[in-house]
C-alpha cells in the first residue's frame, strides 16, 4: 500500500480544568491528538494482502524464511531463559524475574517480523483471513502452514543442537537446572486442556502484536507495537508452538528426566499447534475481518 495512502485519524480528548469549569471548544480543539498510523480497516486490507503474498511464494523460499524465523525466535527463547536463572529471585519474586524475561522475549518475533521471516504462527492469521475472503484457495493455507510449520522446527532444532547445545550455552548449572525446571512446568505440569487453552490466548496475543506492528508507519512504532502483545503473553506463561520448539527440545537434550520426544509431541505440539490456530485465525484474524466486512 503507498505510502501516501495511510490515513491519519484524529483522537480528541476533553480536558477538565483545575477550577472544575465545563473545557472550551477552542481547550478542545487545542487538545486534539493527531495519530499518524493506519487505520484498522487499512491493517486488514494489508493483512489480507499479505496472506495472499504468503500462500503464493515459492516453497523453497518459504521453508528458508520458516527455517530463518525458528532461528530468530530460539534466541529470544534462550535470552529468556538465561533472564530466568536467578534462583533466589525465583524463590522469593517469581513474579518479578518472569516480568523482566518477558520484557526480554519480544525483541525475537521484532527481528521476525521487520526481517519478512515465516512464522507459522502468524500465517495462522494471514493466510486464514485471505482464504476467507476468497483471495487465497484454502489448499494454499494448509501447504503454507504444512511448509513454515516444518521450517520454523528446523531452524529452532539447528539453534538448539548447533548453537546452543554444542556450543554449551545453557549447559551448566544453575542454567541447564531452569531450563529443565522451566520445560518441566510447561510439559508434566498441566493438563491436554490447560495447554490447549493456553495456546488460544498466546497466538491471539502474537497476532494481536502483528497487527499493531502493521499499523505503525514508522520502526519506533512498530517494535513498540509489537513489544507489549508479547510482553504479555511471555509474562502469562501462555503456550507458542514454536516456542516450545526451544524451550522443550533443550531441556531434552539436557536429558530431563520426566520429559521424552512422545511427551513433547502430547503436550507440547498438539494442544498448543490446535490453540494457535483457533487463537490467531479465529480470535483475531476473523474477529477483524467480520468487524470491518460486516
Known sequence: MPRDSCSR????????????DR??????????????????????????STGVQKGNMRLD????SSV?????????????????????????????IRTISALV??????????????????????TTVAALQKRLPWYKMLIHWFVTFWGNLCGSLFVVSIILGYGEVLSAAPYSTEVINFATKKQVTPDFHEV?????????LVCLACFFGIQGR????????????????????????????????????????DITVGLYIWKGII????????????FCGEYFRCLIHY
Request: charged share 10%; net charge negative; proline share 6%.
Open 9 to 20: 485519524f484524529q483522537i480528541s480528548r476533553a480536558s477538565i480544568s483545575l477550577s472544575g
Open 23 to 48: 473545557p472550551s471548544r477552542e481547550t478542545h480543539a487545542n487538545m486534539s491528538i493527531t495519530v499518524n498510523a493506519l487505520t484498522p480497516t487499512e491493517v486488514v486490507e494489508m493483512i489480507t
Open 61 to 64: 523460499k518459504v521453508f528458508f
Open 68 to 96: 530463518s524465523a525458528g532461528c530468530f525466535l530460539a534466541f529470544a527463547c534462550a535470552t529468556a531463559l538465561s533472564t530466568n536463572t536467578a534462583p533466589w529471585w525465583q524463590e522469593n519474586a517469581p513474579g518479578l
Open 105 to 126: 522475549f519480544p525483541y525475537g518475533l521484532c527481528m521476525i517480523i521487520l526481517t519478512g521471516a515465516d512464522l507459522c504462527t502468524g500465517s495462522f492469521m494471514f
Open 196 to 204: 490447549f487453552l493456553r495456546g488460544i490466548g498466546c497466538n491471539w
Open 218 to 257: 514508522d520502526l519506533a512504532s512498530k517494535v513498540i507495537g509489537i513489544w507489549w502483545p508479547i510482553f504479555a503473553f511471555v509474562s502469562l506463561g501462555f503456550d507458542h508452538v514454536v516456542a516450545n520448539m526451544t524451550f522443550i527440545p533443550m531441556a531434552i537434550w539436557l536429558d530431563a528426566p
Open 271 to 282: 494442544p498448543t499447534l490446535i490453540g494457535n490456530i483457533i487463537g490467531g485465525g479465529l
